[in-house]
């Protein structure tokens, strides 16, 4: 497949346009005394409270009791500043370059997200620019929304289907090799981006076709 064939591009959220730290949150949770919490929660893996609360099966009151189980001693505020502590900032520029990029084709999101960090983004979001996640993008799939958090097949395939795409018309960007793996079994494009700042440059080749 050329890259000159791309219809429309499927971007990941946190390390593609939002900056985030796993460690952040692991060390958060470690400060409030939970043991072992870096076994259950990591960039490659999670255990099920997290899918979970991903795939919107559980929400912010639920996911804090049970978080409360290991650590009875801890507020709900701490527990949701400390599941906050991932997320950093927008990486300068990142957002115009997107908005710009939606002009040129279809972009759309899909994030392995919930509803506790996606009031703490997008409030920041709309505190800093006065819009929202989705008004970047064609549409934006979420999770908890969706009812499906990748690497399972099911999470593009409503984009795919909901859109009218052809697995081989889209290019996927993600920061997470297992779900570069799912997508290129799915027969997507793929761009496994291991640095966020290099998003620009390891778009360029693909682009060609739309300058």
Request: aromatic fraction near 10%; charge should be negative.
């Amino acid at each position: 497949m050329k890259a000159t064939e791309m219809k429309a591009i499927i971007f990941d959220l946190g390390g593609v346009i939002l900056d985030i730290d796993y460690n952040l949150t692991v060390k958060a949770f470690q400060a409030l005394q939970f043991k072992g919490f870096d076994d259950h929660y990591s960039k490659m893996k999670q255990s099920g409270v997290f899918d979970r609360l991903e795939r919107g099966e559980i929400g912010e009151h639920d996911f804090v009791a049970i978080m409360k189980e290991s650590i009875p001693h801890a507020s709900s505020q701490e527990i949701v500043d400390a599941w906050n502590a991932i997320i950093l900032d927008f990486p300068d520029g990142r957002l115009e370059f997107i908005k710009h990029l939606g002009r040129k084709l279809p972009i759309f999101l899909l994030s392995n997200t919930n509803q506790i960090h996606l009031a703490c983004f997008d409030g920041m979001l709309y505190d800093a620019t006065k819009t929202h996640i989705q008004d970047y993008f064609k549409k934006a799939y979420l999770s908890h929304e969706i009812g499906h958090r990748k690497p399972e097949a099911e999470a593009w395939s409503v984009i795919l289907k909901e859109q009218g795409l052809e697995a081989w018309d889209v290019l996927f960007i993600d920061d997470s090799p297992q779900h570069i793996e799912a997508a290129k079994t799915m027969g997507m494009q793929t761009i496994h981006l291991i640095a966020i700042g290099d998003l620009e440059r390891e778009l360029a080749p693909f682009l060609t076709q739309f300058n």
